[in-house]
């Protein structure tokens, strides 16, 4: 008796398991540093986000480049509240520049996230990066990555959209007091996750 009552409760935690697991929004975001920062981001007091462009390739679907804009502005809007939220700049002095190019867009599949799960029909964004100064000099340079494999009615290629400004936002603030030592990433969420 005591076997099968212990397997029910097993698969009552399974099934729980289940049920919350498609609730959560499942993806990766990163920052691949393609020409590191020259010193540290704290020797700007500013921090200006240009708002992105897009450069996909020719013969991209009209519907496919809005979907684009639209994504362009979930990452603005997100970097930007970030930004003022963490008071990593005081508005005052020199000027960090901040552009970027989406450069790939695959939004994947939403059903086929939904109905399969396991990374089936995962979706992703990057863009290319730059950090300038007020004369133009490039201070950094990397690609923004950020991805869906899972999530509430298989997830939305939006959620891709706000961990690309996550992963540009951890750059900078693991970039700010010292270029050699790193901001640690504080967790905000079971395991860490955002």
């Known amino acids: 008796m005591t076997r099968i009552i212990g397997s029910r409760r097993f698969a009552g935690v399974l ?23 020259s010193g540290p981001l704290n020797a700007y007091g500013q921090v200006e986000v240009v708002p992105f462009t897009v450069e996909l390739p020719a013969g991209t679907e ?3 480049r809005a979907q684009a804009n639209e994504l362009l502005l979930i990452v603005r809007k997100r970097l930007v509240q970030k ?3 963490s008071e990593l700049f005081s508005d005052s002095g020199r000027k ?28 992703e964004i990057v863009a290319d990066v730059t950090f300038s100064d007020e004369s133009g000099n490039t201070i950094a340079r990397g690609a923004a990555v950020g991805g869906v494999t899972a999530g509430f009615g298989g997830g939305s290629i939006n959620s891709a959209a706000r961990r690309l400004a996550d992963a540009i936002y951890k750059f ?16 905000t969420g079971p395991r860490g996750r955002r």
């Open 15 to 37: 099934m729980a398991a289940a049920a919350v697991l498609p609730l959560t929004a499942c993806g990766a975001k990163e920052f691949k540093v393609q020409q590191a920062p």
């Open 62 to 64: 009209p519907e496919r």
């Open 83 to 85: 930004l003022a939220s």
């Open 96 to 123: 960090l520049i901040l552009t970027g190019r989406l450069v790939s867009l695959d939004p994947g599949s939403q059903a086929a996230r939904y109905m399969i799960g396991l990374g089936a029909g995962s979706g």
């Open 172 to 187: 900078i603030a693991s970039n700010h007091a010292s270029v050699a030592e790193p901001v640690a990433e504080r967790p």
